[in-house]
């Protein structure tokens, strides 16, 4: 099989390089401004307003009050946070049921089946054979004793992209909580809490060029969340444990950074995804799943009829060109993807799939060379092992 020649990344949705402007914010934080934010000494008084500017730019990416942001270690911790948090308090008032879909992020498709355990009920959604899911869908679930919902804002696997808009909307008259994973979309696609009417909204910062160890919850100005952990007075109590400065100031700025550049970047990921999905497409027995016409284009699921997903993965990190075959929070499992599945696909057709993710530092060149070596590759796997 081809060696490396050149490194190109192309798996952004598992994690983004950090941006220039974020390494140079964060390094005083690693270095002489090493206070705990929560000490009242000079050091301590420095690293508080780090945090409490930090805090201002995510609230600006996402159209909220500062005071609205509660930090976290992570983008799993902000979806635990929410939906466990929110579930203790309603439980009291007897409402055990929790409306999802089957295609959420495992950081709460997992919550939720741990819940199930614990008393709960859940219904999971199933999307349409193109990955998407409508309002209709959600609403036709609800019943009295619903006490949330939790739908994604943009696909990780497929790039699908959710009406969260329409759905908050909806949800207004029942008064059940909502709680919108927007991991995948925030820096990528503008987000408003005014216009999706969230009560819950979940960030993360590696996946928008910040450090790996920060995330966020947007939480309503007034909704009761019950602490996941305990222990200090950290965030208003709500989030007990000392804050990861650095990390946090990392986050800040990139979500700064991305409120700037976010039509320039987008425009840039999406046409290039179009010119990748337009050249993959022509290779024979090519397929893309989750081709609803809200996907975002920077992300391209697509499956090879008759080559194994992992066998491709592997072959086109050998030849340089660093895809996933889903999930990284997945990875390593032998089970095809729970996404294709829950959509309809075949276990043969789901385990035949890669994702490809674009990001802001993806060139054209990057695509073009990528694009040739997957042609060649499935090629050279098809003889290898021709389909039946």
């Known amino acids: ?34 206070g705990n934010p929560s000490s009242v000494h000079i050091a301590g008084r420095v690293a508080r307003k780090a945090v409490e500017i930090a805090r201002e730019q995510v609230a600006a990416l996402l159209g909220c009050m500062p005071s609205e942001v509660v930090f976290t270690s992570s983008g799993t911790e902000a979806n635990n946070m929410a939906v466990k948090g929110a579930l203790k308090i309603l439980r009291r008032e007897g409402k055990k049921h929790i409306v999802t879909t089957a295609v959420e992020h495992a950081s709460v498709y997992e919550t939720c089946r ?15 054979r193109d ?20 739908v994604m804002h943009v696909n990780n696997e497929t790039g699908v992209v959710y009406p969260v808009e329409r759905i908050g909307k909806a949800l207004q008259k029942f008064g059940i909580l909502f709680h ?87 425009h840039h990921v999406e046409s290039l995804g179009r010119l990748m999905a337009g050249k993959l497409l022509q290779i024979p027995g090519s397929r893309i799943n989750g081709d609803s016409p809200t996907r975002f284009p920077g992300v391209i699921n697509i499956s090879f009829e008759g080559v194994d997903g992992e066998a491709l993965t592997m072959a086109l ?11 990284a929070c997945a990875s390593g499992t032998p089970e095809p993807s729970r996404v294709l599945i829950a959509m309809g696909l075949s276990r043969k057709d789901a385990a035949s799939a890669i994702r490809i993710s674009i990001g802001r530092f993806t060139t054209r060149e990057d695509v073009e060379e990528a694009s040739a070596t997957i042609a060649r590759i499935v090629d ?8 039946p």
Request: hydrophobic share 40%; net charge positive.
């Open 1 to 34: 099989m081809e060696r490396a020649k050149k490194k190109i990344y192309l798996d952004y949705n598992a994690t983004t390089p950090v941006h220039p402007e974020v390494k140079e914010a964060v390094m005083p934080y690693l270095q002489e401004e090493y």
């Open 114 to 128: 741990y819940l199930e355990k614990e008393g709960f009920e859940v219904t999971y959604i199933t999307p349409y």
């Open 131 to 150: 990955g998407y899911i409508d309002e209709e869908k959600i609403l036709s679930s609800i019943r009295e004793n619903t006490a949330l919902v939790s």
């Open 180 to 266: 919108v994973d927007a991991v995948q979309s925030a820096g990528k696609i503008p987000i408003s809490v005014r216009k999706i009417r969230a009560h819950f909204i979940s960030i993360s910062g590696h996946k928008l060029y910040a450090l790996k160890g920060a995330g966020a919850l947007y939480i309503k100005k007034g909704t009761l969340l019950e602490p996941l952990l305990h222990g200090g007075h950290q965030e208003r109590g709500l989030r007990a444990g000392t804050l990861a400065v650095p990390a946090i100031v990392g986050l800040g700025k990139a979500c700064e950074i991305a409120l700037r550049d976010m039509e320039e970047v987008r």
């Open 317 to 327: 990190d050998l030849a340089g060109v660093m895809i996933s075959t889903g999930s």
């Open 380 to 387: 050279k796997l098809r003889k290898k092992q021709p389909v």
